[in-house]
């Protein structure tokens, strides 16, 4: 498709071009009679040079005489290229946007070839079938010497690179004009006419002439709100600012255009598609409300079809922030360097231990701490070593000292655990367990917040098939209120914004106690939005990305969140949180320990307490007990 279109251009600028002129009125071709063999033979061999360059193209003909003669000359000559033809007047019976043909073209290494003798059939075309399925270069090719064909120019505008060559004879030979419309420019200029002749090869880009390279002053209505840091938001001073808003006026001052920002859509949506209408700002663009949409914008298959998209400027996704848990009491500093499992474990071991080792010494009639053995004091006996204390004797019974040495050893290693970790809970500021993961949300009892603008990301969650999506969805609740919001992650609600908006709200709402979880919902690219089938998309694409090239708008980035960080009383950088250095212990690190001194001392007094009336109610006071009485025989 690509060789045929440049063969007919090139047919009709393969000369001498030394003149090239502006003209809007004058017509430049004095309809002589035409040469059929000279033309015919002229154009053929420009085509077939012309398709040296291509890789595919698509030629459409008016079923003229004229058209098919000049077909059938270019296809008897050897070509290497995909090549498609048809019939415009064949083509208006057929349904649909041809995607025969749209496979088979290229965006830079195709072209579409419309050979016509009859103007008529070709806006009859146009008219029925538009242009939006033609994704490259359209020459438009003439073969009626005397005829203006200039204005259909201006219905296939909506193709970024178009042309038309009109024949013409000057002193008996063939030559050609190349037209190009230029819809920014004014009514007089509008219509760049180069007067062609022979013997020189044409690129690509004299073919087809920048057509957008300066917008002449007009004016463009762009979809915004200014409620998007960093893309485009308000600055302490109240001015509008964000790296889509310095984008917007570096590529407005080389283009050579004016803009109008909005400060929100009107319905107060961002951009989703509802029951197959769109809303908030996408619905500007799409129903041709607004010629741009520049906020961070995500790229989805969706809004892909309803609109042209930029290329991606920045990538970002859906966040979920929440409350940090308070950390754990100081006063659980006993018992908290072990789960409660390995409480448990302990406990039970130790009670199954003694029950067993009290049955061994028993039937020896033997005995600890020097004393009659019982099961409290085989318990306290074998509960020295845990608390570190030796072991003067060891009960003369046959086969103990294995199990005691296993029991000594396990009871080193609990010891020597405990007391590290209650060293480090002491001296190291701990934090609470919280959730680290998607998945984790999706099992807490937390319940999900939004605020509801109208994006894609409500829907997503409620109908995802991914069962984390979905049940973050079910206990999702929507918001209209920042407010709000702020009210309900205080009571342990989680909020879902976008990443870099979330940041900015946090620190807003001065939340010092709120984390971000790392894992992202729905990572996408963001770009800006035009019309479909926008002509001057190209041109937006050229600087974007050369702003990104140039790393200005990480430079942009890092300047605006400086920036909003001073007027927040912040440091401009975030740094990380210093590890606090050792400090003495405070009454609130130690008062585990009190508190269990004091209940055991509570306790040692009822106890005591106990045994007293005990002794007065058995005996009146007058028989003494023989506790601590050594029984040595004297």
Not at 217 to 228: K, N, P, Q, T
Not at 504 to 512: D, E, G, R, S
Request: proline letters at 6%; aromatic letters at 12%; a neutral charge.
């Amino acid at each position: 498709m690509t060789s045929a279109v440049q063969v007919f251009v090139l047919a009709a600028l393969l000369s001498h071009a030394d003149a090239q002129q502006t003209a809007s009125g004058r017509n430049l071709r004095p309809g002589l009679p035409r040469n059929p063999g000279v033309v015919l033979h002229e154009e053929s061999q420009l085509i077939s040079m012309a398709v040296r360059a291509a890789e595919s193209s698509v030629i459409l003909q008016d079923g003229s005489p004229e058209a098919l003669d000049v077909l059938q000359h270019f296809l008897a000559s050897p070509h290497h290229l995909s090549i498609q033809l048809g019939n415009m007047l064949n083509l208006l019976q057929e349904r649909g946007d041809f995607p025969n043909f749209r496979r088979g073209l290229n965006e830079e290494k195709s072209i579409v070839v419309m050979v016509f003798s009859d103007v008529d059939v070709v806006r009859k075309f146009i008219e029925a079938k538009d242009v939006l399925w033609i994704p490259c270069p359209l020459l438009l090719l003439s073969l009626t010497p005397g005829e203006d064909s200039r204005d259909i120019l201006k219905e296939v505008n909506k193709v970024a690179r178009s042309s038309l060559l009109e024949p013409h004879f000057s002193r008996g030979r063939p030559t050609f004009c190349l037209l190009t419309y230029r819809p920014f420019a004014s009514s007089a200029e509008n219509i760049v006419v180069q007067s062609c002749g022979s013997r020189i090869v044409f690129s690509w880009d004299d073919l087809f002439p920048e057509r957008f390279g300066s917008f002449e002053g007009r004016h463009l209505e762009v979809a915004s709100w200014i409620d998007d840091f960093p893309f485009l938001f308000y600055d302490s001073k109240g001015t509008a600012t964000g790296i889509c808003k310095k984008m917007l006026d570096e590529i407005a001052e080389q283009l050579n255009f004016t803009y109008e920002l909005q400060v929100e859509p009107p319905d107060g949506y961002w951009g989703d598609l509802v029951n197959g209408t769109w809303h908030g700002m996408a619905g500007q663009v799409v129903y041709g409300q607004k010629d741009l949409l520049i906020n961070g914008f995500g790229i989805l298959l969706d809004r892909y079809h309803a609109m042209d998209l930029s290329v991606p400027h920045t990538f970002d996704s859906y966040k979920v922030a929440m409350k940090l848990p308070p950390p754990p009491p100081r006063w659980l500093a006993v018992v908290y360097p072990f789960q409660g499992v390995v409480w448990a474990c302990a406990v039970a071991t130790l009670l199954v231990l003694t029950c067993a080792f009290h049955v061994i010494i028993r039937k020896e009639h033997s005995s600890v701490y020097d004393r009659e053995s019982d099961l409290i004091s085989t318990a306290l006996w074998l509960s020295r070593t845990v608390l570190k204390q030796s072991v003067t004797r060891i009960p003369n019974v046959v086969g103990c000292r294995p199990v005691l040495y296993l029991w000594w050893m396990g009871a080193l290693v609990l010891s020597t655990s405990y007391t590290g970790s209650l060293i480090a809970f002491l001296t190291v500021p701990s934090e609470a367990s919280k959730i680290t993961s998607l998945v984790e949300l999706a099992k807490a009892p937390n319940e999900l917040c939004l605020y509801d603008y109208g994006d894609f990301i409500v829907n997503f969650l409620k109908t995802s098939k991914e069962p984390v999506y979905r049940a973050l969805g079910e206990k999702l609740h929507l918001y209209y209120s920042y407010d709000v919001i702020s009210q309900k992650i205080e009571q342990g609600f989680a909020f879902v914004e976008a990443a870099l908006y979330c940041k900015y709200l946090l620190i807003q709402w001065k939340k010092k106690d709120a984390y971000i979880i790392q894992e992202g919902i729905y990572p996408n690219y963001y770009g800006w939005a035009f019309r479909k089938q926008t002509p001057w998309k190209k041109q937006f694409n050229k600087y974007i990305s050369r702003i990104l090239e140039a790393g200005l708008l990480d430079q942009w980035h890092r300047t605006l969140v400086a920036d909003f960080r001073r007027s927040q009383g912040l440091l401009p950088v975030q740094t990380p949180p210093e590890k606090e250095g050792l400090h003495p212990l405070s009454l609130e690190d130690t008062q585990g320990p009190f508190i269990a001194a004091a209940f055991g001392l509570i306790s040692a007094t009822v106890v005591f307490l106990v045994e007293m009336m005990s002794v007065v109610v058995k005996g009146g006071g007058g028989r003494k007990s023989n506790i601590c009485v050594d029984r040595k025989n004297n």
